[in-house]
Protein backbone atom coordinates (compact mmCIF):
# COMPACT_ATOMS: atom_id res chain seq x y z
CA UNK A 1 0.00 0.00 0.00
CA UNK A 2 1.60 3.42 -1.00
CA UNK A 3 1.10 6.00 1.65
CA UNK A 4 2.19 9.62 1.08
CA UNK A 5 3.28 11.36 4.60
CA UNK A 6 3.30 15.25 4.67
CA UNK A 7 5.52 17.32 7.08
CA UNK A 8 6.39 20.86 7.91
CA UNK A 9 3.43 23.26 7.65
CA UNK A 10 2.90 25.25 11.13
CA UNK A 11 1.77 29.07 11.53
CA UNK A 12 4.14 31.75 10.31
CA UNK A 13 3.58 35.13 10.09
CA UNK A 14 3.86 37.15 6.63
CA UNK A 15 7.00 37.54 4.49
CA UNK A 16 8.24 34.37 6.45
CA UNK A 17 9.08 30.82 5.03
CA UNK A 18 8.16 27.26 5.43
CA UNK A 19 9.36 24.27 4.14
CA UNK A 20 7.12 20.95 3.65
CA UNK A 21 8.04 17.43 3.11
CA UNK A 22 6.12 14.24 1.12
CA UNK A 23 7.92 10.84 1.65
CA UNK A 24 6.25 8.19 -0.41
CA UNK A 25 6.57 4.59 0.94
CA UNK A 26 4.87 1.61 0.04
CA UNK A 27 5.71 1.78 -4.20
CA UNK A 28 7.45 -1.20 -6.17
CA UNK A 29 6.85 1.09 -9.11
CA UNK A 30 8.84 4.42 -10.19
CA UNK A 31 6.77 7.21 -8.77
CA UNK A 32 6.38 9.73 -11.88
CA UNK A 33 4.75 13.34 -11.41
CA UNK A 34 4.41 14.19 -8.00
CA UNK A 35 2.85 17.81 -6.57
CA UNK A 36 1.32 19.96 -4.22
CA UNK A 37 -2.35 21.15 -4.10
CA UNK A 38 -4.18 23.28 -1.54
CA UNK A 39 -7.33 23.78 -0.43
CA UNK A 40 -8.30 26.82 1.58
CA UNK A 41 -11.93 27.31 3.75
CA UNK A 42 -14.63 27.09 1.23
CA UNK A 43 -12.51 26.75 -2.00
CA UNK A 44 -11.59 24.14 -5.00
CA UNK A 45 -8.51 22.26 -4.22
CA UNK A 46 -5.87 23.43 -6.81
CA UNK A 47 -2.14 22.77 -7.66
CA UNK A 48 0.39 24.55 -6.82
CA UNK A 49 3.28 23.16 -7.92
CA UNK A 50 4.00 19.31 -9.20
CA UNK A 51 7.54 18.01 -10.36
CA UNK A 52 8.30 15.41 -13.59
CA UNK A 53 10.87 12.68 -12.34
CA UNK A 54 13.01 13.86 -14.57
CA UNK A 55 12.92 17.44 -12.71
CA UNK A 56 10.74 19.49 -15.59
CA UNK A 57 8.82 21.54 -13.17
CA UNK A 58 5.35 23.65 -13.19
CA UNK A 59 3.75 26.25 -11.29
CA UNK A 60 0.83 27.98 -10.21
CA UNK A 61 0.74 31.71 -11.45
CA UNK A 62 -0.20 32.76 -7.81
CA UNK A 63 3.37 31.39 -6.68
CA UNK A 64 5.36 31.71 -9.00
CA UNK A 65 8.80 33.28 -7.78
CA UNK A 66 8.09 32.86 -4.31
CA UNK A 67 7.71 28.55 -4.14
CA UNK A 68 10.63 25.93 -5.45
CA UNK A 69 9.51 22.35 -5.73
CA UNK A 70 12.07 19.85 -5.67
CA UNK A 71 12.49 16.15 -5.36
CA UNK A 72 14.90 13.24 -4.34
CA UNK A 73 14.01 10.05 -6.38
CA UNK A 74 16.15 8.16 -4.27
CA UNK A 75 14.04 8.94 -1.09
CA UNK A 76 10.97 8.94 -2.93
CA UNK A 77 10.83 12.84 -1.37
CA UNK A 78 9.22 15.88 -3.01
CA UNK A 79 9.67 19.37 -1.24
CA UNK A 80 8.32 22.40 -1.42
CA UNK A 81 10.29 25.41 -0.27
CA UNK A 82 7.56 28.56 0.58
CA UNK A 83 9.01 31.77 0.95
CA UNK A 84 7.55 35.63 0.72
CA UNK A 85 4.36 33.83 2.63
CA UNK A 86 1.16 35.91 2.52
CA UNK A 87 -2.06 35.19 4.37
CA UNK A 88 -3.79 34.35 1.02
CA UNK A 89 -1.34 31.02 1.01
CA UNK A 90 -2.99 29.64 4.26
CA UNK A 91 -4.70 26.51 3.21
CA UNK A 92 -4.20 22.90 3.84
CA UNK A 93 -1.56 21.36 1.76
CA UNK A 94 -1.50 17.80 -0.31
CA UNK A 95 1.05 15.92 -1.28
CA UNK A 96 -0.11 13.92 -4.78
CA UNK A 97 1.88 10.79 -6.30
CA UNK A 98 1.18 9.79 -9.75
CA UNK A 99 2.58 6.43 -10.40
CA UNK A 100 1.66 5.44 -14.69
CA UNK A 101 2.45 1.58 -13.88
CA UNK A 102 -0.86 1.23 -11.58
CA UNK A 103 -2.65 3.93 -13.44
CA UNK A 104 -3.62 6.23 -10.56
CA UNK A 105 -2.27 8.93 -8.50
CA UNK A 106 -2.23 8.79 -4.21
CA UNK A 107 -2.62 11.85 -2.07
CA UNK A 108 -1.57 12.23 1.81
CA UNK A 109 -3.35 13.54 4.64
CA UNK A 110 -2.43 17.10 4.19
CA UNK A 111 -0.59 19.68 6.19
CA UNK A 112 -1.91 23.14 7.21
CA UNK A 113 -0.19 26.02 6.86
CA UNK A 114 -1.22 29.19 8.41
CA UNK A 115 -0.08 32.81 7.56
CA UNK A 116 -0.74 35.39 10.03
CA UNK A 117 -0.67 39.28 8.83
Known amino acids: QVQLVESGGGLVQAGGSLRLSCAAS????????MGWYRQAPGKQRELVAA???????SYADSVKGRFTISRDNARNTVYLQMDSLKPEDTAVYYC???????????WGQGTQVTVST
Open 51 to 57: ITRGGST
Open 26 to 33: GSIFPINT
Open 96 to 106: NADILARRRDY
